[in-house]
Protein backbone atom coordinates (compact mmCIF):
# COMPACT_ATOMS: atom_id res chain seq x y z
CA UNK A 1 0.00 0.00 0.00
CA UNK A 2 1.19 3.17 -1.18
CA UNK A 3 1.64 6.50 1.16
CA UNK A 4 -0.92 8.17 -1.30
CA UNK A 5 -3.36 5.18 -1.04
CA UNK A 6 -3.48 5.65 2.95
CA UNK A 7 -3.41 9.33 2.37
CA UNK A 8 -7.02 8.87 0.57
CA UNK A 9 -8.16 6.06 3.12
CA UNK A 10 -7.17 8.61 5.86
CA UNK A 11 -9.22 11.76 3.99
CA UNK A 12 -12.42 9.56 3.10
CA UNK A 13 -12.01 7.67 6.55
CA UNK A 14 -12.20 4.41 5.23
CA UNK A 15 -13.71 1.77 7.63
CA UNK A 16 -12.24 -1.53 5.74
CA UNK A 17 -8.74 0.13 6.07
CA UNK A 18 -8.77 0.01 9.99
CA UNK A 19 -6.32 -2.66 11.09
CA UNK A 20 -3.82 -1.97 8.36
CA UNK A 21 -2.32 0.76 9.22
CA UNK A 22 -2.82 3.50 11.41
CA UNK A 23 -1.39 7.32 11.17
CA UNK A 24 0.18 10.12 13.47
CA UNK A 25 0.12 14.06 13.16
CA UNK A 26 3.58 15.15 14.11
CA UNK A 27 1.39 18.96 15.09
CA UNK A 28 -0.74 17.09 17.16
CA UNK A 29 1.55 14.03 18.42
CA UNK A 30 -1.77 11.65 18.42
CA UNK A 31 -2.21 9.07 16.16
CA UNK A 32 -5.32 7.39 14.71
CA UNK A 33 -6.88 5.15 13.09
CA UNK A 34 -8.26 5.87 9.00
CA UNK A 35 -11.84 6.13 9.89
CA UNK A 36 -11.45 8.48 12.76
CA UNK A 37 -13.56 11.39 12.82
CA UNK A 38 -10.95 13.67 13.63
CA UNK A 39 -10.89 17.14 11.38
CA UNK A 40 -8.17 16.12 8.16
CA UNK A 41 -4.85 16.49 8.75
CA UNK A 42 -2.17 18.43 6.36
CA UNK A 43 -0.90 15.66 4.51
CA UNK A 44 2.86 16.68 5.40
CA UNK A 45 2.23 16.21 8.90
CA UNK A 46 0.87 12.71 9.05
CA UNK A 47 3.13 9.59 9.61
CA UNK A 48 2.34 6.19 8.52
CA UNK A 49 2.49 2.92 10.98
CA UNK A 50 1.77 -0.18 10.32
CA UNK A 51 1.44 -1.14 14.07
CA UNK A 52 0.05 1.11 16.96
CA UNK A 53 3.35 0.23 19.23
CA UNK A 54 5.29 1.52 16.33
CA UNK A 55 3.87 4.69 16.57
CA UNK A 56 4.37 4.90 20.34
CA UNK A 57 7.23 4.65 19.91
CA UNK A 58 8.33 7.14 17.81
CA UNK A 59 6.50 9.41 20.97
CA UNK A 60 3.09 9.14 19.51
CA UNK A 61 -0.24 8.65 22.02
CA UNK A 62 -3.67 7.18 21.18
CA UNK A 63 -6.25 9.27 20.14
CA UNK A 64 -9.15 9.27 22.76
CA UNK A 65 -11.63 9.34 20.05
CA UNK A 66 -11.02 6.55 17.74
CA UNK A 67 -8.50 4.25 20.26
CA UNK A 68 -6.41 3.06 17.19
CA UNK A 69 -4.58 0.94 20.03
CA UNK A 70 -7.42 -1.32 20.68
CA UNK A 71 -8.56 -2.36 16.70
CA UNK A 72 -7.64 -5.61 15.81
CA UNK A 73 -5.18 -5.95 13.15
CA UNK A 74 -6.05 -7.84 9.81
CA UNK A 75 -2.97 -9.44 8.71
CA UNK A 76 -1.50 -12.11 10.37
CA UNK A 77 1.74 -11.34 10.08
CA UNK A 78 1.27 -7.82 11.56
CA UNK A 79 -0.81 -9.07 14.00
CA UNK A 80 1.97 -11.45 15.53
CA UNK A 81 4.53 -8.88 15.29
CA UNK A 82 2.30 -6.46 17.80
CA UNK A 83 1.70 -9.40 20.02
CA UNK A 84 5.74 -9.16 20.17
CA UNK A 85 5.75 -5.61 20.76
CA UNK A 86 3.32 -5.71 23.43
CA UNK A 87 5.07 -9.06 25.16
CA UNK A 88 8.09 -7.20 25.25
CA UNK A 89 6.57 -3.79 26.13
CA UNK A 90 4.98 -5.96 29.49
CA UNK A 91 8.03 -7.58 30.38
CA UNK A 92 10.08 -3.94 30.14
CA UNK A 93 7.00 -2.67 32.20
CA UNK A 94 7.89 -5.50 34.63
CA UNK A 95 11.40 -4.49 35.95
CA UNK A 96 11.88 -7.82 36.22
CA UNK A 97 15.89 -8.90 36.71
CA UNK A 98 15.59 -11.70 34.06
CA UNK A 99 16.65 -10.85 30.55
CA UNK A 100 13.61 -11.87 27.82
CA UNK A 101 14.67 -14.37 25.35
CA UNK A 102 13.56 -15.57 21.98
CA UNK A 103 12.58 -18.99 23.96
CA UNK A 104 9.91 -17.07 25.93
CA UNK A 105 8.56 -15.24 23.25
CA UNK A 106 7.89 -18.63 21.10
CA UNK A 107 6.29 -20.33 24.10
CA UNK A 108 3.83 -17.10 24.94
CA UNK A 109 3.01 -16.87 21.13
CA UNK A 110 3.06 -20.48 20.21
CA UNK A 111 5.08 -20.39 17.27
CA UNK A 112 8.12 -22.02 16.37
CA UNK A 113 11.42 -19.26 17.62
CA UNK A 114 12.44 -19.48 13.75
CA UNK A 115 9.05 -18.30 12.33
CA UNK A 116 8.68 -15.82 14.90
CA UNK A 117 12.03 -14.49 14.27
CA UNK A 118 11.33 -14.57 10.74
CA UNK A 119 8.33 -12.92 10.52
CA UNK A 120 8.79 -10.25 13.21
CA UNK A 121 12.01 -9.31 10.87
CA UNK A 122 10.62 -9.52 7.65
CA UNK A 123 7.82 -6.74 9.03
CA UNK A 124 10.11 -5.04 10.80
CA UNK A 125 13.50 -4.55 9.46
CA UNK A 126 14.70 -6.13 13.07
CA UNK A 127 15.14 -9.03 14.98
CA UNK A 128 12.73 -9.54 18.03
CA UNK A 129 15.80 -9.61 20.26
CA UNK A 130 17.40 -6.09 18.27
CA UNK A 131 13.69 -4.53 19.58
CA UNK A 132 14.00 -5.61 22.86
CA UNK A 133 17.16 -3.87 23.59
CA UNK A 134 16.34 -0.64 21.19
CA UNK A 135 13.07 -0.45 23.53
CA UNK A 136 15.12 -0.84 26.94
CA UNK A 137 17.51 1.88 25.42
CA UNK A 138 14.49 3.96 25.21
CA UNK A 139 13.09 3.41 28.37
CA UNK A 140 16.29 3.70 30.27
CA UNK A 141 16.71 7.41 28.43
CA UNK A 142 12.97 8.59 29.33
CA UNK A 143 13.84 7.27 33.33
CA UNK A 144 17.21 9.08 33.28
CA UNK A 145 15.05 12.48 31.69
CA UNK A 146 12.34 11.53 34.71
CA UNK A 147 15.41 12.50 37.14
CA UNK A 148 16.39 8.59 37.65
CA UNK A 149 19.63 8.25 39.26
CA UNK A 150 21.78 5.48 35.90
CA UNK A 151 21.41 2.61 38.59
CA UNK A 152 17.50 3.47 38.84
CA UNK A 153 16.79 3.97 35.57
CA UNK A 154 19.03 0.84 34.29
CA UNK A 155 16.98 -1.42 36.83
CA UNK A 156 14.10 0.15 35.58
CA UNK A 157 14.73 -0.18 31.66
CA UNK A 158 14.97 -4.28 32.18
CA UNK A 159 18.67 -4.66 32.28
CA UNK A 160 18.71 -5.79 35.25
CA UNK A 161 22.00 -4.15 36.60
CA UNK A 162 23.75 -0.91 35.08
CA UNK A 163 26.68 -2.79 34.32
CA UNK A 164 24.56 -4.10 31.55
CA UNK A 165 23.83 -1.62 30.26
CA UNK A 166 27.55 -0.44 30.15
CA UNK A 167 27.88 -3.46 27.51
CA UNK A 168 26.55 -1.85 24.49
CA UNK A 169 27.18 1.97 25.45
CA UNK A 170 29.05 3.00 22.36
CA UNK A 171 26.57 1.46 20.25
CA UNK A 172 23.59 2.66 21.69
CA UNK A 173 24.79 6.31 22.56
CA UNK A 174 28.08 6.89 21.09
CA UNK A 175 29.06 7.92 24.87
CA UNK A 176 28.54 6.44 27.94
CA UNK A 177 25.12 5.64 29.46
CA UNK A 178 25.84 8.26 32.81
CA UNK A 179 27.44 11.02 30.18
CA UNK A 180 23.71 10.31 28.18
CA UNK A 181 22.04 11.05 31.38
CA UNK A 182 23.63 14.44 32.27
CA UNK A 183 22.68 15.72 28.67
CA UNK A 184 25.99 15.12 27.48
CA UNK A 185 28.31 15.93 30.41
CA UNK A 186 32.14 14.33 29.53
CA UNK A 187 31.46 13.78 25.94
CA UNK A 188 34.24 15.63 23.90
CA UNK A 189 33.03 16.32 20.16
CA UNK A 190 35.38 18.78 17.93
CA UNK A 191 34.02 20.89 14.60
CA UNK A 192 35.53 22.26 11.90
CA UNK A 193 33.90 24.30 8.95
CA UNK A 194 34.92 23.81 5.14
CA UNK A 195 33.38 25.69 2.38
CA UNK A 196 32.63 23.54 -0.67
CA UNK A 197 29.99 24.19 -3.67
CA UNK A 198 26.86 22.60 -1.34
CA UNK A 199 27.76 25.69 1.16
CA UNK A 200 28.76 25.70 4.28
CA UNK A 201 30.07 22.20 5.45
CA UNK A 202 30.23 21.40 9.36
CA UNK A 203 32.22 18.34 9.89
CA UNK A 204 31.92 17.04 13.77
CA UNK A 205 34.17 13.87 15.37
CA UNK A 206 34.75 12.51 18.94
CA UNK A 207 38.37 10.71 19.51
CA UNK A 208 36.80 7.57 17.77
CA UNK A 209 35.78 9.25 14.40
CA UNK A 210 33.78 11.74 12.00
CA UNK A 211 29.98 11.64 13.76
CA UNK A 212 28.50 14.37 11.84
CA UNK A 213 28.56 16.31 8.34
CA UNK A 214 26.13 19.06 8.34
CA UNK A 215 25.18 20.85 5.23
CA UNK A 216 24.01 24.87 5.39
CA UNK A 217 24.49 27.98 4.86
CA UNK A 218 24.82 29.59 8.32
CA UNK A 219 27.49 28.79 10.65
CA UNK A 220 25.26 29.39 13.93
CA UNK A 221 22.37 28.14 12.67
CA UNK A 222 24.87 24.46 11.99
CA UNK A 223 26.50 24.58 15.42
CA UNK A 224 23.50 24.86 17.14
CA UNK A 225 22.15 21.65 15.34
CA UNK A 226 24.95 19.81 16.69
CA UNK A 227 24.12 21.45 20.27
CA UNK A 228 21.07 20.01 20.33
CA UNK A 229 21.04 16.56 20.91
CA UNK A 230 23.85 16.91 23.66
CA UNK A 231 23.44 20.77 25.43
CA UNK A 232 25.89 19.65 27.85
CA UNK A 233 28.67 18.53 25.93
CA UNK A 234 32.09 19.74 25.13
CA UNK A 235 32.35 20.80 22.24
CA UNK A 236 34.77 23.31 20.22
CA UNK A 237 36.24 24.13 17.24
CA UNK A 238 38.88 21.75 16.17
CA UNK A 239 42.54 22.47 14.82
CA UNK A 240 43.95 18.60 15.09
CA UNK A 241 42.59 15.01 13.73
CA UNK A 242 39.71 16.57 12.95
CA UNK A 243 40.93 18.62 10.32
CA UNK A 244 42.72 16.56 8.43
CA UNK A 245 39.28 14.22 7.96
CA UNK A 246 37.78 17.52 6.75
CA UNK A 247 40.54 18.01 4.42
CA UNK A 248 39.94 14.57 2.66
CA UNK A 249 36.53 15.13 2.27
CA UNK A 250 37.16 18.88 0.70
CA UNK A 251 39.60 17.01 -0.99
CA UNK A 252 37.29 14.61 -2.08
CA UNK A 253 34.63 16.92 -3.27
CA UNK A 254 36.95 19.12 -5.80
CA UNK A 255 39.13 15.81 -7.05
CA UNK A 256 37.36 13.78 -9.81
CA UNK A 257 38.21 10.51 -8.30
CA UNK A 258 35.26 8.57 -7.11
CA UNK A 259 36.62 6.73 -4.16
CA UNK A 260 35.27 8.10 -0.46
CA UNK A 261 38.32 8.91 1.85
CA UNK A 262 38.97 6.38 4.18
CA UNK A 263 37.82 8.02 7.69
CA UNK A 264 36.90 6.45 10.52
CA UNK A 265 32.96 7.26 11.58
CA UNK A 266 31.52 7.54 14.93
CA UNK A 267 27.89 7.21 14.87
CA UNK A 268 25.20 6.14 17.10
CA UNK A 269 21.67 5.12 16.53
CA UNK A 270 19.37 1.88 16.94
CA UNK A 271 20.05 -1.11 15.30
CA UNK A 272 18.12 -0.89 12.54
CA UNK A 273 19.26 2.62 11.15
CA UNK A 274 22.59 0.95 11.60
CA UNK A 275 21.39 -1.76 9.32
CA UNK A 276 20.24 1.21 6.96
CA UNK A 277 23.20 3.05 7.15
CA UNK A 278 25.23 -0.19 6.61
CA UNK A 279 23.08 -0.52 3.58
CA UNK A 280 23.89 2.78 1.84
CA UNK A 281 27.59 2.56 1.98
CA UNK A 282 27.39 -0.19 -0.69
CA UNK A 283 25.53 1.05 -3.01
CA UNK A 284 27.66 3.20 -5.55
CA UNK A 285 28.87 6.35 -6.63
CA UNK A 286 26.53 7.30 -9.44
CA UNK A 287 24.20 4.18 -8.72
CA UNK A 288 20.39 5.13 -6.87
CA UNK A 289 18.16 2.75 -5.15
CA UNK A 290 14.61 3.21 -4.32
CA UNK A 291 13.50 2.72 -0.31
CA UNK A 292 11.67 -0.30 -1.08
CA UNK A 293 14.63 -1.72 -3.04
CA UNK A 294 16.82 -1.10 -0.01
CA UNK A 295 14.14 -2.46 2.30
CA UNK A 296 14.18 -5.04 0.02
CA UNK A 297 18.19 -5.60 -0.13
CA UNK A 298 17.87 -5.92 3.62
CA UNK A 299 15.36 -8.71 3.78
CA UNK A 300 12.47 -6.13 4.90
CA UNK A 301 10.43 -5.85 2.04
CA UNK A 302 7.81 -3.93 4.29
CA UNK A 303 9.71 -1.83 5.90
CA UNK A 304 10.37 1.13 2.89
CA UNK A 305 8.62 3.67 5.29
CA UNK A 306 11.25 3.01 8.23
CA UNK A 307 14.50 2.90 5.78
CA UNK A 308 13.28 6.34 4.42
CA UNK A 309 12.91 7.27 8.40
CA UNK A 310 16.70 6.24 9.04
CA UNK A 311 17.50 7.69 5.72
CA UNK A 312 16.72 10.71 7.37
CA UNK A 313 18.28 10.26 10.49
CA UNK A 314 21.46 9.60 9.16
CA UNK A 315 24.16 12.42 10.67
CA UNK A 316 27.24 11.16 8.56
CA UNK A 317 26.04 13.19 4.97
CA UNK A 318 28.27 12.50 1.85
CA UNK A 319 30.26 9.37 3.50
CA UNK A 320 27.14 7.49 4.20
CA UNK A 321 25.36 8.14 0.74
CA UNK A 322 21.34 8.60 1.67
CA UNK A 323 21.49 10.93 -1.22
CA UNK A 324 21.57 8.18 -4.04
CA UNK A 325 18.32 6.53 -2.45
CA UNK A 326 14.97 7.72 -4.46
CA UNK A 327 11.66 7.22 -4.32
CA UNK A 328 9.48 4.63 -6.63
CA UNK A 329 8.12 7.16 -8.57
CA UNK A 330 11.98 8.10 -9.48
CA UNK A 331 11.50 11.79 -7.86
CA UNK A 332 13.66 13.01 -5.27
CA UNK A 333 12.22 12.74 -1.52
CA UNK A 334 13.18 14.20 1.75
CA UNK A 335 17.00 15.07 2.23
CA UNK A 336 17.83 16.78 5.65
CA UNK A 337 19.74 19.73 4.07
CA UNK A 338 17.38 19.97 0.74
CA UNK A 339 16.87 18.63 -1.80
CA UNK A 340 18.70 21.26 -4.20
CA UNK A 341 22.22 19.80 -2.77
CA UNK A 342 20.62 16.38 -3.41
CA UNK A 343 20.68 16.60 -6.72
CA UNK A 344 23.35 19.31 -6.82
CA UNK A 345 25.54 15.67 -5.10
CA UNK A 346 23.66 13.25 -7.81
CA UNK A 347 24.36 15.14 -11.06
CA UNK A 348 27.91 16.02 -9.65
CA UNK A 349 28.78 12.00 -8.92
CA UNK A 350 26.85 11.63 -12.28
CA UNK A 351 29.86 13.52 -13.68
CA UNK A 352 32.36 12.08 -12.17
Known amino acids: MTNDTRLNAVMTRNKNEDGKFVYGVKTTGVYCRPSCSARNPKPENVRYFDLPELAEAEGFRACRRCRPDLVKIADPGLSLTRQICQLVERHIGESTNEKLSLGWLASETGYSEDHLSRSFKKILGISPMDYYDNRRTVAFKENVKAGETVTEAAYGAGFGSASRLYEKAH ?25 CFLGQMLVAGTRHGVCAIYFGDDKTELIEELEGEFPQAEIAADIGQLANWTRAIVDFLEETSAALPEIPLDMYGTAFQRRVWQALLQIGPGDTKTYRELAEDMGAPKSARAVGRACATNPVSLIVPCHRVIGTDGKLHGYRWGLERKEALRSWEGAQ
Open 171 to 195: ARFGMTPASYAKGGVGAEIAYAFAE
